[in-house]
């Protein structure tokens, strides 16, 4: 960078374009457009230099509604165009906007390899466990027993989980948020900041095709009970405090402790065996939420780039000789007459 | 290709029968390092200034079991004082490294041709595996051709024996004796392939010598073994040839280059994705050492994302290259889709290979000019052009980069596994004689209270390219119908009639910046034009030279740009009474020219995996005239 332009204040407006919105009226995907334009302010970055990019799906319209650069790409394939558009230009901050079906059944290759690469990007997965814009199939995150047109006996396939898979895949930063939550905009906060692939799975309610999926734990009344809101150096508790999570040391599993229990732990984002645990926590435990995991490591633009500058070191761009290499002969005048 | 073409006339031609140009075939095990073995020797066959051009043939099986015939690997060169253009109909010598080997190939040998062979191969178990009853050394069974033979494998173990390697090690050397022995016969000088060796070896000196003992090993035994008649040395004279620094180049590398120039002359850094895949490799392998080039290459977890990462560099403002072969090409239809519709600047190269499905990997075809022009949904116009020859890889590669930034479009570049592979020597061009075409991104935020007009349009109807990171020009493209100008979504039906429209304009308006079609031998008008694409233009043209030093009323078209094609073309080739498209495919580009021009183009076709041989056409022209 050869010159730091000052980074002009904003407002959530200024970050909304003026193409007007077109989702299902009451849809999550509402609350999740306004956590982000309402975060952007505050992350120090110019509009200029933002590109949100998605696959297809209902989610993936998103990037029409930011006024930053964006690329609404082809089925699942936002991972891959990101990559090429951050190798290009590694300054630009890319957010990636997919859903469950984009990212884990189509895209489930480039979502994998994206985060085993650990290219610097945001990825948010708007997880409503259904297909919205071809009119309510089941997905790759729909619970067995999932009525649909497509399996109006009920789907049989074991569903994916989300953070599971981000974790397997080598991630080194997993979220989960709830589309109306007034924390989201931390996590996102938190998924910006982190250097590398940040991967967050946001719940997000599909009022037509599968409502209130999600209210097991979203539900208000329950919320406290259910909801555990994960933070860095902090005892994992909630119900207001009255309940925490302990290690199960003879199990090797969590268990739900009173809030005072000593045993309760602290927690360290970076133990990725506890990170495993509080993912896939059985459905009588709370919904963990919030960064889960995060443990940085080096990013794939970055070492791609460190590479060809090491291999261009001391060598010069001279086409001429780069064609003229190799054995080569120099045929004077005509050999013999013909 | 014929570095000389231009300046022999028919009479020239006729001048030269084919004694001055020999064919010789190396083939063995996979294993025994044929393809290396023809490589150094294509190398020196250049260096004595003859034209050449070169036939790799290898199994698709990496180590196909010892000793079988489908593990066979083969190299034949054609080389000569004068043009040649084919890697030759019939070998003139075979050198036969095992019974597989002589099994599989000696029925292409020439009558009266030469096999020279290494009978210490020949052992009962090794002719069993061949499916040889008796050995054909000792049967009477190769009377057609002259045979010599002797213990290849004995003789360079006895030459490497000071070296101390291992049996198994001394014997790999036995590709350097044959080697030696092939220097020999032709005349050349070793010094090229000691310096190689050399540097191949660096880290292992005792392998360098051992090899470079095993050459001048096959080099002594043929100046002092007494075989007689068939088996003695031969100089060809060098081709004639215009002054100039020349080298050998195959289709990759030289495609590589072109787009290494392509990007310098458009002012862009390259950025390049692909997935391995046979024969479109090693494009990737070539580009990947070149960082100081300002290129980035990306090896991608399959074929989509390999297009997508290329598309998503094109939008940042690189330009994004591409390049696999029918199926991988096959699974990024979609992608290309999408950049006909964001209209960003993208090269596809496609080498192709035998098909359908993996069909014949390793094995020439030219059977997905279909899949370029028309393969994708909806109507989706894509530039397409292609390559003749290795040489001609390096002005298409140039000229698929100055189309796709020109007129912001994928473009699609056909070349083959035969060009990919194949080797012939190559006046290295003089880089200043290109005119640049810079590309420009543009810049202007829009006035207060205007929008953003990505697909404004130019002239020629390119829309401009705009980087993100630019202040002010914020906005947003996608793969859904858009308004003109603001490149917002809208799908009324009056946009999508007028964006498709504008999408094929802007693609048929490419003749506008490419050269008139011309005829590569003959005259316009004349009984017969025989049409060509890709790498057929060799034995077409050699083809048609003959018919013309006989006297007939043959023309050679020779065409690049497949779509759109040249504004003239469709005149032209009615000014003949006939027209035949010999093709390796079904009849393809046949199709096409009788769809555009409704001309009765006639199929000449060919899809067994080689080459059309020069006899097959000269036969077929003769039938048409007839």
């Given at each position: 960078m050869n010159e730091v332009s000052p980074i002009p204040t904003t407002t959530a407006k200024d970050?909304?374009?003026?193409?007007?919105?077109?989702?299902?009226?009451?849809c999550g995907d509402y609350a999740v457009l306004k956590a982000v334009q309402r975060t952007m302010p505050d992350l120090g970055v110019a509009r200029e230099k933002t590109v949100?990019?998605?696959?297809?799906?209902?989610s993936s319209r998103f990037p029409y509604y930011m006024a930053t650069y964006g690329f609404h790409t082809i089925h699942g394939r936002a991972p891959a165009f990101a990559t090429g558009v951050k190798l290009a230009n590694p300054e630009l901050d890319v957010w990636i906007i997919t859903g469950d079906g984009d990212a884990l059944s189509i895209g489930g290759n480039h979502t994998m390899h994206v985060l085993r690469r650990n290219l610097d990007c945001q990825i948010l997965l708007f997880n409503n466990e259904i297909y919205g814009l071809t009119k309510g199939q089941y997905s790759p995150t729909s619970r067995v027993g999932t009525r649909s047109p497509s399996t109006p006996f009920g789907s049989v396939d074991r569903p994916v989980t989300p953070c599971m898979f981000a974790l397997g895949s080598g991630a080194r930063f997993v979220a989960r948020g709830i589309d109306v939550h007034k924390n989201l905009p931390d996590?996102?906060?938190?998924?910006?900041?982190?250097?590398?692939?940040s991967f967050v799975e946001i719940y997000q309610n599909c009022v037509v095709y599968n409502d209130d999926v999600f209210a097991s734990f979203t539900s208000r009344e329950i919320a406290a009970e259910k909801q555990l809101w994960l933070q860095a150096g902090e005892k994992m508790l909630f119900a207001g405090g009255a309940k925490g999570l302990a290690l199960d040391v003879d199990r090797l599993c969590l268990k739900v402790v009173d809030g005072d229990d000593p045993a309760v732990i602290v927690h360290d984002p970076r133990n990725k065996g506890i990170a495993a645990m509080l993912i896939e926590m059985p459905e009588s435990f709370p919904m963990a939420l919030g960064v889960i995991y995060e443990d940085p490591a080096p990013t794939f633009e970055a070492a791609v780039l460190e590479q060809n500058r090491a291999a261009a070191k001391g060598k010069s761009a001279d086409l001429q000789a780069l064609v003229s290499k190799g054995q080569t002969w120099m045929v004077e005048k005509e050999p013999h007459k013909l | 290709m014929a570095t000389a073409t231009h300046l022999l006339t028919e009479k020239e031609a006729r001048a030269h029968p084919p004694m001055e140009a020999v064919v010789v075939r190396f083939a063995g095990d996979s294993g025994d390092g044929m393809q290396l073995t023809g490589g150094q020797f294509t190398l020196s066959t250049a260096l004595a200034g003859n034209d050449l051009a070169t036939f790799p043939d290898f199994p698709a099986e990496i180590r196909a079991p010892q000793g079988t015939t489908f593990g066979v690997s083969a190299f034949q060169i054609n080389f000569g004082s004068a043009a040649i253009e084919t890697a030759g109909d019939q070998p003139d010598v075979l050198i036969a490294m095992n019974p597989a080997a002589l099994k599989v190939n000696a029925s292409e040998i020439r009558e009266g041709g030469l096999i020279i062979a290494d009978d210490g191969e020949f052992s009962q178990r090794n002719?069993?595996?061949?499916?040889?009853?008796?050995?054909p050394?000792?049967?009477?069974?190769?009377?057609?051709?002259?045979?010599?033979h002797f213990n290849i494998s004995q003789l360079t173990l006895d030459a490497v024996k000071p070296f101390g390697l291992g049996n198994k090690e001394a014997l790999r050397c036995k590709n350097m004796w044959t080697l030696g022995l092939a220097l020999w016969m032709f005349d050349r000088d070793r010094q090229p392939i000691v310096d190689w060796l050399k540097a191949k070896f660096a880290k292992a000196p005792e392998l360098a010598e051992a090899n470079i003992a095993a050459l001048n090993a096959g080099h002594a035994y043929g100046e002092t073994v007494e075989m007689g008649a068939p088996f003695k040395q031969h100089h060809i004279a060098p081709a004639p040839a215009e002054p100039g620094l020349y080298r050998t180049v195959t289709g990759a590398e030289a495609l590589a280059l072109g787009l290494v120039a392509g990007c310098q002359l458009a002012g862009v850094n390259m950025f390049f994705g692909s997935y391995p895949i046979t024969p479109a490799s090693p494009l990737l392998h070539h580009l990947a050492r070149l960082k100081e080039f300002g290129i980035t290459t990306f090896q991608a977890e399959d074929e989509i994302a390999a297009i997508c990462a290329a598309i998503g560099a094109s939008y940042a403002g690189q330009l994004g290259i591409t390049s696999s072969s029918g199926p991988g090409i096959a699974l990024k239809t979609e992608a290309i889709g999408l950049a006909v519709m964001t209209e960003l600047p993208l090269v596809v190269v496609n080498s192709q290979r035998g098909g359908p499905s993996t069909g014949l990997p390793t094995k020439t075809e030219q059977s997905d000019l279909y899949q370029a022009v028309y393969g994708r949904n909806a109507d989706s116009p894509v530039p397409v052009i292609a390559s003749r020859s290795p040489a001609d890889a390096f002005e298409c590669a140039i000229e698929a980069c100055r189309i796709a930034t020109r007129y912001m479009t994928p473009v699609i570049l056909l070349t083959d596994g035969y060009i990919a592979n194949a080797a012939e020597p190559w006046r290295v061009p003089d880089m200043t004689g290109f005119a640049p075409f810079p590309v420009s991104?543009?810049?202007?935020?829009?006035?207060?209270?205007?929008s953003v007009m990505p697909y404004s349009r130019n002239d020629e109807l390119a829309r401009p390219w705009i980087k993100p990171g630019t202040p002010g020009l914020e906005h947003r493209i996608g793969g859904i119908e858009k308004a003109p100008g603001t490149g917002n979504i809208d799908y009324r039906p009056e946009v999508h009639q007028e964006m498709s429209d504008t999408r094929a304009s802007k693609v048929l308006g490419v003749v506008n910046s490419i050269p008139d079609q011309d005829i590569c031998l003959g005259r316009e008008g004349a009984e017969l034009a025989v049409v060509g694409w890709g790498s057929t233009f060799g034995p077409i043209h050699q083809a048609v030279r003959r018919a013309i030093a006989a006297g007939k009323d043959v023309a050679h078209i020779h065409v690049r740009h497949i779509w759109p094609p040249p504004k003239n073309l469709g005149p032209l080739l009615k000014s003949f009474k006939k027209v035949i498209v010999p093709e390796m495919n079904m009849g393809q580009y046949k199709t096409l020219l009788r769809d555009q021009y409704l001309v009765d183009a006639q199929p000449l076709t060919k899809v067994s995996g080689h080459p059309f041989r020069i006899a097959e056409i000269e036969a077929a022209i003769d039938r048409a005239l007839s």
């Open positions: 970050w909304a374009s003026d193409q007007e919105v077109r989702w299902c009226p009451g949100f990019i998605s696959g297809i799906g209902c996590v996102l906060k938190a998924a910006h900041a982190h250097r590398g692939a | 002719l069993a595996k061949a499916g040889y009853d008796q050995n050394l000792e049967d009477g069974s190769l009377a057609k051709w002259q045979v010599v991104y543009f810049d202007t935020p829009p006035a207060e209270g205007q």
